[in-house]
């Protein structure tokens, strides 16, 4: 069983490297207008630009899963700005694809907490539309999708999840097929738990990303053994190999907050059930020492009796 390590969008250690550099709506609305787009165009260059040295990074270090920044570019779905933000980097795009594709990197994009299609309030619902449209054009430029997904949570329970429920399965018909085809669905820490996930994504034949740190702070009457398999199994109709989201509490107090680095004995006890399915699948870093955690958990791991070493950033166990 193969096991492939990989973490978010920034490299800890390189100088000046942020992918997610920023210019404001109040900043964008001060310049000229004639300065407006130049200054879109310039942050979004160092953007791609500091993504392609990241990707060089995880290609040194044998690294073969990435989360891309969602804030790649500034202002791209602000209703008072929305630029073309392919056309201008056409070839920087699919630079990026080329090295993706070459070195067989999984990439990914989580777009941010209010992308979800739970809310009663349509404009919600329009703008979530909006940004996954917007995730999926920056995949397709680099030409990446088929192995890629942006994973988004269900989002809040407004009062009565029976009904949210409903409502969420009824909001995702306006995400266009394309885009939807390249999502998955994650169990969150507070609400959403990981049967009420996994139903979700059976239902519209969505992958589930599991998340343990999640899992363990909303287990509700859950006993993952019971279910890995079948959240494995939904990744099935892609024909990707099954990806999972780790990291542990920051502290007893503040559990569902992310550790600088993750406590292997925190998640022993996952890695031993997935052991028994004895599949492959792929382990996504969300500590905030981000690939500095990543590398120093591979080692953890591969300090274990009967694991093996592959390279920079994957195991045999």
Same mark, same amino acid.
Not at 1 to 4: A, L, N, S, T
Not at 85 to 90: A, S, V
């Given at each position: 069983?193969? !096991?492939?390590f990989g973490y978010v969008a920034n490299a800890l250690g390189l100088w000046d490297a942020s992918p997610s550099k920023t210019l404001t709506f109040a900043?964008?609305?001060k310049l000229p207008k004639e300065d407006r787009l130049d200054s879109l165009k310039s942050v979004t260059a160092q953007n791609l630009h500091h993504t392609k040295r990241i990707l060089c990074y995880n290609i040194a270090h044998e690294i073969e899963l990435y989360r891309f920044s969602s804030m790649l570019v500034p202002l791209a779905t602000h209703p008072e700005v929305e630029w073309d933000? !392919?056309?201008?980097?056409?070839d920087e795009w699919k630079e990026l694809g080329r090295l993706i594709k070459k070195y067989h990197i999984r990439t990914s994009f989580h777009p941010g907490q209010y992308t979800l299609f739970t809310s009663p309030r349509k404009e919600v619902t329009v703008n979530a539309v909006k940004d996954m449209e917007y995730h999926y054009r920056m995949l397709e430029a680099m030409d990446v999708l088929s192995t890629s997904v942006l994973n988004i949570h269900i989002g809040g329970a407004y009062g009565n999840k029976e009904e949210t429920l409903k409502r969420f399965h009824q909001n995702l018909v306006k995400l266009p097929n394309e885009v939807q085809y390249y999502m998955t669905l994650e169990n969150d820490d507070k609400t959403y738990d990981v049967k009420e996930t996994l139903l979700a994504c059976e239902k519209e034949q969505i992958p589930m990303m599991l998340d343990y740190h999640h899992y363990m702070a909303n287990k509700g009457e859950v006993e993952l053994v019971e279910y890995l398999e079948r959240i494995f199994n939904t990744w099935n109709h892609r024909d990707l190999i099954p990806k999972v989201h780790i990291s542990s509490p920051k502290?007893?107090?503040e559990y569902r907050s992310h550790a600088d680095y993750v406590d292997l004995k925190f998640i022993l006890p996952f890695l031993k059930i997935a052991k028994e399915l004895n599949r492959d699948f792929d382990i996504m870093i969300e500590a905030k020492q981000k690939n500095l955690a990543m590398l120093q958990l591979v080692e953890d791991v591969a300090r274990i009796r009967g694991i093996k070493r592959l390279s920079g950033g994957s195991i045999e166990y």
């Open positions: 069983m193969k !096991i492939r900043r964008y609305s933000f !392919i056309t201008p980097f056409k502290s007893a107090s």
